[in-house]
């Protein structure tokens, strides 16, 4: 599924690939994931831009872009409430 990252998925779609409702996906992959299809993804964009943080010196608006953020502000908003760690603090902290 990493691959497909870098399109968007949409919902409807991949519940047709499984045959099913998307209502009924999204119970199904909750159940068997603990999580809902859109927190799974946000969850491997954010460790896609983890990695990408502490091993290049891509400037963090790329990364953002580059990992399905909307910009800068929107990646470090969200792995602030996800983390608790902003994209900066995160970079900073690799030197230590």
């Known amino acids: 599924m990493n691959g497909y ?3 968007r998925l949409a ?7 499984a045959g099913v409702s998307p209502s009924h996906f ?3 992959f909750r159940s068997s994931t603990g999580q809902s ?8 964009c954010l460790e896609r831009a ?6 290049t010196d ?3 608006a790329t990364i953002a872009h580059l990992c399905g953020f909307a910009d800068q502000s929107h990646l ?4 602030r409430l996800h983390t608790g760690v902003t994209p900066s ?5 690799r030197e230590s």
Do not use: F, N
């Not at 983890?50 to 091993?55: D, G, Q």
């Not at 603090?89 to 902290?93: I, K, M, Q, S, V």
């Open 11 to 17: 919902l409807p779609e991949l519940a047709a690939v």
């Open 76 to 79: 470090t908003r969200t792995m």
């Open 37 to 44: 299809p859109h927190q799974y993804l946000v969850r491997l």
């Open 89 to 93: 603090a995160l970079r900073a902290g």
């Open 5 to 7: 990252l870098d399109g």
């Open 58 to 60: 891509t400037p963090i």
């Open 26 to 28: 999204t119970r199904a």
């Open 50 to 55: 983890r990695r990408a943080l502490l091993t």
